[in-house]
């Protein structure tokens, strides 16, 4: 190469004319036909010829000449027909040169302008030939249709792009803008960006849709949504993060309905089964629920009791591995918000073939206590049953009765005994309020329940006593199971019930994790050697396990092996932990939400702990941990009882600020 040679390279995907000013070992100092110098290596030239132009010319006429020479050139491209080249050559399989293709394309006497043309028609599509230096090798017909399907996705997504871009400028402009039927796909994009940012398949596109639209803060994308009405405000957008669905699919919904609506309830249809409808069964719930899984009676023999757990018997209904136990388990568990419930099982089945409803005849799973009239068991066995609930109570109702009723009297006494009895036997009991936070017509409301109040300790202790009995019922049978076992905790705080509310807190923050396991070891946050939970199989499919297991020592189906229990346990992990998490941030969220409505208010709080920057207080009217900034001039210690003023919520970023009163 020497001064004055006309060559060519490519530069941002664009072939540019120019000529060498300056030739420097391997580099060159070249005149572009936009009258830029650069410097380029020998190796990036795409195309370089013996033609010269006189660099005497002056620089203004020697980029006239250069962008004569690439027009021309550019011309040419006009004649060369690329895909009638490869239907000609593609049976060739090898390489062609550059002069050889030149010749194809011109052949009545080429020049390097025509040399040029084939580089510059090849490098524009690429679609039929490897391009590689001055070398063309044809493609398959297969690759030459992969390629051809990658080119109409790259031109849909620039269209998407382009149309999408415009499109949202126009909707940040309009007070009430409507999603056209050709913009669902982008708006589908965005989504996708909005809930999994980086990780979305779709985060290349969206981003670039975004910043053409001018848009630099995604959460524009979520007021945007609004605004189409796409979402609400309050969207819950976990459940799309995690996605949870939110509907059962059509072919679920018709095998319930057809099994509720197929079962005979009459007791000809129940065969080896106790009859105990002649007891007065009472259901305890909390005032909105509708699927009844647990009732509990209660008889005074004189000398003794007899107590009796009543379980809906789920499994008589929903066998293994059918369609509707296929999506039990992928759900893992019924998932309760403020704003809504997502069942595990259809409502045909929770709320009504399952369920124990007053009056109703239902197959059961019954637990038979026989308690001293100091309540001490004396024994016990398990059956399947056939119940019928007398009493639908709600935990109010009890509470209101707890000072009259003689059966809850009873079950009462009992459960506090129990209570006791974990207690010595090392029992951890934690008692925190809790916070009920319900919609009614849109408006958040808050209340402070009382974990210890009749109703509630009453129905905690005699389901956890039924389940350890369940537990101890598979131990001696040897049945494997869902054991539940927990090591003890980091530390204790306080003895039995002593604790404060600080100490409670504290407590339940150092409580170990519960292990599953179908080998039963020690629970010691319960006090019991061995757990499992089985009362709540409408709700829970861990239970429905257990529950399975039992009715296989009972002989009314084949139960799981030892293996089958660690795959279902390693199956549910994912879901359950999806459940978990859905239920704190959305009850987060709406007393987030119920707190915006408490600005500039004044709390008690207590001190936690402190940090390097702030220390973390617990506002004990709302349960809901805060920081406070060391700032405020105030030297504290965990356990101190302060006010603070809320001072900033916003439940959509999950922020909550508060300073010393």
């Given at each position: 190469?020497?001064t004055?040679?006309?060559?060519?390279?490519i530069?941002?995907?664009k072939?540019m004319?120019?000529?060498?000013l300056e030739?420097?070992?391997?580099?060159?100092?070249?005149?572009?036909?936009?009258?830029r110098e650069?410097k380029?290596?020998?190796?990036?030239?795409?195309?370089k010829?013996?033609?010269?132009?006189?660099?005497s010319m002056?620089k203004?006429?020697?980029v006239?000449a250069?962008?004569?020479i690439a027009?021309?050139r550019?011309?040419?491209?006009n004649?060369?027909?690329?895909k009638e080249?490869?239907?000609i050559l593609s049976?060739?399989?090898?390489?062609?040169?550059?002069a050889?293709?030149?010749?194809f394309?011109?052949?009545?006497?080429?020049?390097?302008?025509?040399?040029?043309?084939v580089?510059?028609?090849?490098?524009k599509?690429?679609?039929?030939?490897?391009?590689s230096s001055?070398?063309?090798?044809?493609?398959?017909?297969?690759?030459v249709?992969?390629?051809?399907n990658?080119q109409k996705?790259a031109?849909?997504?620039?269209r998407?792009?382009d149309?999408?871009?415009?499109?949202l400028?126009?909707?940040l402009?309009?007070?009430?803008?409507?999603?056209?039927?050709?913009k669902?796909?982008?708006?589908d994009?965005?989504?996708?960006?909005y809930l999994?940012?980086?990780e979305?398949?779709h985060?290349?596109?969206g981003?670039?849709?975004?910043?053409?639209a001018g848009i630099?803060?995604?959460?524009?994308?979520?007021?945007?949504?609004?605004?189409?009405?796409?979402?609400?405000?309050?969207?819950n957008i976990?459940?799309?993060?995690?996605?949870?669905?939110t509907?059962?699919p059509?072919?679920?919904?018709?095998?319930?309905?057809?099994?509720?609506?197929?079962?005979?309830k009459?007791?000809?249809?129940?065969?080896?089964?106790q009859?105990?409808?002649d007891?007065?069964a009472?259901?305890?719930?909390?005032?909105s629920?509708l699927d009844f899984?647990?009732?509990?009676?209660?008889?005074d023999k004189g000398?003794?009791?007899r107590?009796?757990?009543?379980i809906?018997?789920v499994?008589?209904f929903?066998?293994k591995?059918?369609?509707i136990?296929?999506e039990s388990?992928?759900r893992g568990?019924?998932?309760?918000?403020?704003?809504?419930k997502i069942?595990m099982?259809?409502s045909?089945i929770a709320?009504?073939?399952?369920?124990?409803r007053k009056g109703?005849?239902?197959?059961?799973?019954?637990?038979?206590i026989?308690?001293?009239?100091s309540a001490?068991?004396?024994?016990?066995e398990i059956v399947?049953?056939?119940?019928?609930?007398?009493?639908?109570l709600?935990?109010?109702?009890?509470n209101t009765?707890?000072?009259?009723?003689h059966e809850?009297?009873i079950?009462?006494?009992?459960?506090?005994k129990?209570r006791e009895?974990?207690?010595?036997?090392g029992?951890?009991q934690i008692?925190l309020?809790?916070?009920?936070?319900?919609?009614?017509?849109?408006?958040v409301n808050?209340t402070?329940?009382n974990?210890?109040?009749p109703?509630?300790m009453l129905?905690a202790?005699?389901?956890?006593?039924?389940?350890?009995l369940?537990a101890?019922f598979?131990l001696?049978?040897d049945?494997?199971?869902i054991?539940r076992?927990q090591?003890?905790p980091?530390?204790?705080?306080y003895r039995k019930e002593?604790g404060?509310?600080?100490q409670?807190?504290?407590?339940r923050?150092?409580?170990?994790r519960?292990?599953l396991s179908?080998?039963?070891?020690?629970?010691?946050?319960?006090?019991?050697?061995?757990?499992?939970?089985?009362t709540?199989?409408?709700?829970?499919?861990?239970d429905?396990?257990?529950q399975?297991?039992?009715?296989?020592?009972l002989?009314?189906?084949?139960?799981?092996t030892?293996?089958?229990?660690e795959?279902?346990?390693q199956?549910?992990e994912?879901p359950?932990?999806?459940v978990?998490?859905?239920q704190?941030?959305?009850?987060?969220?709406?007393?987030?939400?119920?707190?915006?409505g408490?600005?500039?208010?004044?709390?008690e709080?207590?001190?936690?702990?402190?940090?390097k920057?702030?220390y973390q207080v617990?506002?004990?009217?709302y349960?809901i941990?805060?920081?406070l900034?060391?700032?405020s001039?105030?030297?504290?210690k965990?356990?101190d009882?302060?006010?603070?003023?809320i001072?900033h919520?916003?439940?959509?970023?999950?922020?909550?600020?508060?300073f010393v009163s």
């Amino acid at each position: 190469m020497e001064t004055g040679n006309i060559v060519e390279y490519i530069d941002h995907h664009k072939i540019m004319c120019g000529v060498i000013l300056e030739v420097k070992k391997q580099r060159l100092r070249i005149l572009t036909e936009n009258n830029r110098e650069i410097k380029l290596s020998l190796n990036r030239l795409s195309h370089k010829c013996n033609t010269h132009l006189n660099l005497s010319m002056g620089k203004y006429k020697l980029v006239e000449a250069l962008k004569e020479i690439a027009g021309k050139r550019n011309a040419l491209i006009n004649h060369i027909d690329i895909k009638e080249l490869w239907e000609i050559l593609s049976s060739e399989k090898k390489w062609i040169d550059l002069a050889t293709m030149t010749g194809f394309c011109f052949p009545d006497g080429p020049t390097y302008d025509h040399e040029s043309a084939v580089v510059r028609a090849f490098f524009k599509n690429r679609s039929y030939f490897k391009f590689s230096s001055d070398r063309f090798f044809p493609y398959s017909e297969e690759q030459v249709e992969q390629i051809s399907n990658q080119q109409k996705e790259a031109d849909r997504k620039n269209r998407i792009i382009d149309e999408g871009s415009a499109w949202l400028k126009k909707v940040l402009d309009i007070e009430k803008p409507y999603l056209p039927d050709d913009k669902i796909e982008c708006i589908d994009i965005l989504k996708s960006c909005y809930l999994f940012q980086k990780e979305s398949p779709h985060y290349s596109i969206g981003k670039v849709i975004l910043k053409k639209a001018g848009i630099d803060n995604i959460e524009i994308v979520f007021q945007l949504l609004v605004k189409l009405g796409i979402w609400d405000k309050n969207e819950n957008i976990e459940l799309y993060r995690l996605e949870i669905p939110t509907v059962f699919p059509d072919e679920v919904m018709k095998n319930a309905t057809e099994l509720a609506s197929g079962h005979k309830k009459d007791l000809s249809n129940y065969k080896n089964r106790q009859d105990l409808t002649d007891l007065s069964a009472i259901t305890i719930d909390g005032q909105s629920t509708l699927d009844f899984d647990d009732a509990i009676s209660i008889e005074d023999k004189g000398d003794h009791y007899r107590l009796g757990v009543h379980i809906a018997d789920v499994g008589y209904f929903i066998k293994k591995e059918d369609i509707i136990d296929q999506e039990s388990v992928s759900r893992g568990s019924s998932i309760y918000m403020p704003d809504q419930k997502i069942p595990m099982l259809p409502s045909s089945i929770a709320e009504n073939l399952c369920s124990l409803r007053k009056g109703e005849l239902r197959p059961s799973i019954s637990i038979i206590i026989k308690l001293s009239r100091s309540a001490e068991i004396i024994n016990y066995e398990i059956v399947p049953s056939l119940v019928k609930v007398d009493r639908q109570l709600t935990y109010y109702d009890v509470n209101t009765l707890a000072n009259e009723d003689h059966e809850i009297l009873i079950l009462h006494d009992i459960a506090k005994k129990f209570r006791e009895k974990r207690l010595k036997q090392g029992a951890i009991q934690i008692s925190l309020p809790d916070i009920n936070v319900w919609l009614d017509n849109g408006k958040v409301n808050v209340t402070k329940i009382n974990r210890e109040s009749p109703g509630r300790m009453l129905v905690a202790e005699i389901m956890i006593m039924a389940n350890w009995l369940m537990a101890k019922f598979l131990l001696e049978h040897d049945m494997p199971a869902i054991f539940r076992s927990q090591a003890e905790p980091r530390e204790r705080l306080y003895r039995k019930e002593e604790g404060t509310l600080f100490q409670n807190w504290m407590q339940r923050k150092s409580l170990s994790r519960f292990i599953l396991s179908h080998e039963a070891e020690n629970h010691s946050g319960l006090g019991l050697e061995a757990y499992v939970t089985a009362t709540s199989p409408i709700r829970k499919y861990f239970d429905v396990i257990t529950q399975r297991q039992l009715r296989g020592i009972l002989g009314l189906e084949e139960p799981y092996t030892k293996e089958e229990i660690e795959n279902i346990i390693q199956r549910l992990e994912l879901p359950m932990s999806y459940v978990s998490k859905i239920q704190y941030y959305r009850h987060r969220y709406w007393l987030l939400k119920y707190l915006e409505g408490k600005i500039r208010e004044e709390q008690e709080a207590i001190v936690l702990s402190r940090r390097k920057e702030n220390y973390q207080v617990l506002l004990t009217e709302y349960m809901i941990e805060c920081d406070l900034p060391v700032s405020s001039g105030i030297n504290l210690k965990p356990q101190d009882l302060i006010h603070v003023t809320i001072q900033h919520v916003n439940a959509r970023k999950d922020v909550i600020s508060v300073f010393v009163s």
